[in-house]
């Protein structure tokens, strides 16, 4: 079992443009969340996805979008980036409620 | 708002000392409580979590956590540091049915020889 896999590991982007990172899930896993830790700080929550539905939301900005695939994985967007975007991106998979959250190593955004 | 605290922004022991880290979390309903642990340029993993029941709960690596309500607390507790347990260690809360964790800003253990 692989576990939580994240692509890409490392992005470099400039002001304005937009990225689109991906999380593959723990296999048997139905349900993917999204977190942002910026530098020094704990993951914040962004979005879940379960059976390809936004299922919750963290308080971020419309410029952060997602989507679930039949497969259960996942994509993030994020549209217009600033610099306060640069920060790790998490990914977490999981089956049912408040289950064990499996983490995958992240995507490092840096944003110029 | 729910959040969870965790006053100490960085800890260093000796060797083969024993360790506590300190995490307190909002009041809320039925908080069910998790301890991570992030090694430089890594993903989170899980230490160990409480759901219900005995209110000592042992995890991964000779942790143990004790949750106190009376205190809001759940502790996380080693009785003899290794210098592989150099790490960020993270307490997180999930509250009633949201699913959604929240994360503590972190602890950072430095471990001496």
């Given at each position: 079992?692989?576990?939580?896999t994240?692509?890409p590991?490392?992005?470099?982007?400039?002001?304005?443009?937009?990225?689109?990172?991906?999380?593959?899930?723990k296999?048997?896993?139905?349900t993917?969340?999204?977190?942002?830790?910026?530098?020094?700080?704990?993951p914040?929550?962004?979005?879940?996805?379960?059976?390809?539905?936004?299922?919750q939301?963290?308080?971020?900005?419309?410029r952060?979008?997602g989507?679930?695939?039949?497969?259960?994985?996942?994509e993030?967007?994020?549209?217009?980036?600033?610099?306060?975007?640069?920060?790790l991106?998490?990914?977490?998979s999981?089956?049912?409620?408040?289950?064990?959250?499996?983490?995958?190593?992240?995507?490092?955004?840096?944003?110029? | 708002?729910?959040?969870?605290?965790?006053?100490?922004i960085?800890i260093?022991?000796?060797?083969?000392?024993?360790?506590?880290?300190?995490?307190?979390?909002?009041?809320?309903?039925t908080?069910?409580?998790?301890?991570?642990?992030?090694?430089?340029?890594?993903?989170?993993?899980?230490?160990?979590?409480?759901?219900?029941?005995?209110?000592l709960?042992?995890?991964?690596?000779?942790?143990?956590?004790?949750?106190?309500?009376?205190?809001?607390?759940?502790?996380?507790?080693?009785?003899?540091v290794?210098?592989?347990?150099?790490?960020?260690?993270?307490?997180?809360?999930?509250?009633?049915?949201?699913?959604?964790?929240?994360?503590?800003?972190?602890?950072?253990?430095?471990?001496?020889?």
């Amino acid at each position: 079992d692989a576990g939580v896999t994240q692509s890409p590991t490392h992005l470099i982007k400039t002001r304005g443009q937009q990225v689109t990172l991906r999380c593959s899930p723990k296999s048997g896993h139905d349900t993917v969340s999204w977190y942002q830790q910026a530098l020094g700080q704990g993951p914040q929550f962004i979005f879940q996805y379960y059976e390809e539905e936004e299922r919750q939301r963290g308080n971020f900005p419309d410029r952060f979008s997602g989507h679930q695939f039949p497969n259960y994985s996942s994509e993030l967007n994020v549209n217009a980036l600033l610099l306060g975007d640069s920060a790790l991106y998490l990914c977490a998979s999981s089956t049912g409620h408040a289950n064990e959250q499996f983490f995958g190593p992240g995507t490092r955004l840096t944003v110029l | 708002a729910q959040s969870v605290t965790q006053p100490d922004i960085h800890i260093t022991v000796s060797e083969g000392a024993s360790l506590e880290l300190r995490c307190n979390y909002s009041y809320g309903a039925t908080p069910y409580l998790f301890w991570y642990v992030q090694s430089p340029g890594q993903g989170l993993q899980l230490l160990l979590k409480y759901f219900s029941g005995d209110t000592l709960v042992q995890g991964i690596k000779g942790f143990e956590a004790e949750f106190k309500r009376s205190q809001s607390s759940f502790n996380l507790r080693k009785p003899s540091v290794h210098w592989s347990d150099a790490a960020e260690y993270f307490c997180a809360v999930v509250y009633g049915a949201t699913n959604k964790l929240i994360f503590g800003t972190g602890t950072l253990l430095a471990v001496q020889p």
